[in-house]
């Protein structure tokens, strides 16, 4: 949908948006003083929580790290108000276009199984104000404001593209049937879409909020879709009924067990010789200690509470004991984020 923010609200997000690179040349400079501290991948602790006190104990008087943190804090804590009152100001504008593409051949249902799992209420993941269901519009506040116009600004890559790119991991062109876990505002979905345009796709998202983004975004492309309000782990849909099962950058926003019972729940939900794919952030294993540490600092300041145990996980040990066979667990196309996890259930 065709919009145009105030220049006000733009600027703010845009302003946002370039502190972050700002951040990233202070982030040069931390490095710089960690290694001159003798703090190498010889000298790192092996313990993660010992590596971040002795990395904290050396930058204790680091302007350069209190700088970083002090823009961080602001960033994290301000992007989605920002983003909200930037929506808030021509909200008038748009809403009557947003009400009439929730009316269209995609419509939201509830899930048999599960519809709002625990974990989903333990934080506001990505710091954003309210949760995922904290604005009445969130879904096209994060989905068409924090997403195009804050995150990919500093992104290092298309993340659009990475969406319909990781898809040539599957072997197959031919799926009837397919179901995404954690569809949120659509955008993995539409790359699902194009890419598989014979397939009939399902969707479950445990904030309805996002959803209705999913669903706008359906309707004005003339897309049949299923979304449900609910999570991956129970969802209630008959055995064996899909092709495909699969996520994008999921799997840190919820804990391992989670994680493991979306495994367990897409083997049952796979007719045989169906496949999976799921996509997630850099396993801490494919890491040297530093980044490691980074990846850390990152999650804990950006609001990600289950980042460590999820990019701890073996992704390939879990689909293996959930039963998938043909298990592969790689960055893709030879880097190390956007991490994937394939496989495939047994004939």
């Given at each position: 949908?065709d ?34 501290h003798?703090?190498?991948?010889q000298?790192l ?62 419509m939201?249902?509830?899930?048999p ?38 995150v ?43 890419e598989?345009?014979k397939?009939?796709i ?30 991956g ?6 055995a ?93 196309s ?14």
């Amino acid at each position: 949908m065709d919009f145009q923010l105030k220049q006000h609200g733009r600027a703010a997000i845009h302003f946002l948006a370039d502190l972050g690179v700002a951040t990233g040349k202070l982030r040069a400079k931390v490095d710089a003083e960690i290694l001159a501290h003798g703090l190498n991948e010889q000298t790192l602790a092996v313990d993660l929580d010992e590596r971040l006190r002795q990395v904290d104990e050396a930058l204790a008087t680091s302007s350069a790290a209190a700088a970083m943190a002090v823009l961080g804090e602001y960033s994290g804590v301000n992007h989605g108000r920002v983003a909200a009152a930037a929506f808030d100001a021509i909200k008038s504008d748009i809403e009557p276009a947003l009400r009439n593409l929730m009316q269209g051949p995609t419509m939201i249902e509830s899930l048999p199984g599960e519809r709002r799992p625990a974990y989903a209420d333990l934080a506001w993941i990505h710091r954003t104000t309210g949760g995922w269901d904290g604005h009445a519009y969130q879904g096209f506040v994060h989905g068409e404001l924090i997403h195009r116009e804050y995150v990919a600004r500093n992104y290092p890559g298309d993340i659009f593209a990475q969406r319909r790119q990781i898809l040539s991991v599957l072997p197959r062109n031919n799926y009837q049937k397919i179901f995404e876990i954690g569809t949120s505002s659509g955008h993995y979905t539409q790359q699902l879409a194009n890419e598989f345009p014979k397939a009939q796709i399902w969707g479950c998202d445990p904030s309805e909020r996002m959803l209705e983004q999913a669903q706008r975004i359906a309707n004005e492309q003339k897309f049949k879709w299923r979304l449900f309000v609910g999570s991956g782990e129970a969802t209630g849909f008959e055995a064996e009924s899909f092709d495909l099962v699969t996520s994008y950058i999921v799997l840190h926003e919820i804990p391992a067990e989670a994680t493991d019972a979306q495994f367990r729940e897409a083997f049952r939900l796979l007719r045989p010789d169906g496949d999976i794919l799921f996509t997630d952030v850099t396993r801490y294993s494919a890491l040297d200690k530093r980044a490691v540490r980074w990846a850390e600092y990152n999650a804990v300041n950006g609001g990600e509470p289950f980042w460590r145990e999820a990019a701890s996980i073996d992704l390939a040990a879990a689909a293996r004991a959930a039963g998938f066979v043909d298990v592969r667990s790689e960055g893709f196309s030879g880097a190390v984020y956007p991490w994937f996890v394939y496989g495939r259930k047994p004939k």
